[in-house]
């Protein structure tokens, strides 16, 4: 069985400082992929990254960023310099062999930034 | 634009009614998904189909029917089995199989309640 827990259920920023959004997954397979979404407050999940199990090179794309630490099973998520419009439900998941293509989601992190 | 239309945008269900959850996509994916989420929660997985005329259950697809007669659509029935229905209910899509672990696509939702 898989599990994705993101301990946050909320984090409140004041616009332009950095947010760390924290995913910790468990998983028996040594081949799986985590994925981060972002749901803005339209509603609609917006897909942010794909990671493999093998790869485990830093990213960084623009003023998002992640750290995948096979050692503590994380994947996690920095925001630089945060923005009003990065306000929204950030969610990890996780895919892994013995259910390929089906994403086990964590709760969430509600991330409110303010002017 | 190439996209996934959900209908309609809020529901409400009479007791012991069944309703229909309508998707869309013209993005050519092969696989389709419905997803439940409830205040606080991550998405929970219902149904998923990878080709026409397949389709296979999730983790909570007591009290819900799917059909996949066409490669672009996949509605999604409510019953009046499911007795708690009231949720935001996303459909999502991604290219290949499910082995690919491509990422998904998402509608911009439906949200059902109990009147």
């Known amino acids: 069985a898989q599990k994705v827990t993101q301990a946050q259920t909320e984090i409140s920023v004041v616009e332009k400082e950095d947010v760390t959004l924290d995913c910790v997954y468990e998983t028996r397979d040594t081949t799986y992929y985590l994925f981060w979404y972002k749901q803005p407050p339209s509603g609609e999940l917006v897909f942010l990254i794909r990671r493999n199990s093998f790869d485990e090179q830093n990213e960084i794309s623009g003023r998002y960023s992640w750290n995948f630490q096979k050692s503590t099973s994380s994947f996690n998520f920095t925001i630089t310099a945060s923005q009003v419009v990065d306000s929204a439900v950030y969610f990890c998941?996780?895919?892994?062999?013995?259910?390929?293509?089906?994403?086990?989601f964590g709760a969430g992190t509600q991330v409110v930034v303010t002017p | 634009d190439g996209g996934i239309t959900q209908s309609p945008k809020y529901l409400f269900r009479k007791e012991g009614q069944n309703v229909t959850l309508s998707c869309e996509q013209n993005?050519?994916?092969?696989?389709m998904y419905w997803y439940r989420q409830d205040p606080g929660q991550g998405l929970r997985l219902i149904y998923y189909s990878q080709i026409v005329n397949d389709f296979q259950k999730g983790d909570i697809a007591e009290g819900y029917s799917v059909s996949r007669e066409k490669k672009e659509s996949f509605p999604l029935t409510v019953t009046s089995a499911q007795k708690n229905p009231t949720a935001f209910y996303l459909c999502?899509?991604?290219?290949?199989?499910?082995?690919?672990?491509?990422?998904?696509?998402f509608g911009d939702g439906t949200r059902l309640s109990i009147l």
């Open positions: 999502a899509s991604s290219m290949g199989d499910l082995y690919s672990n491509q990422p998904q696509h």
């Open positions: 993005l050519n994916h092969d696989a």
């Open positions: 998941a996780l895919s892994a062999t013995d259910s390929w293509g089906k994403l086990q």
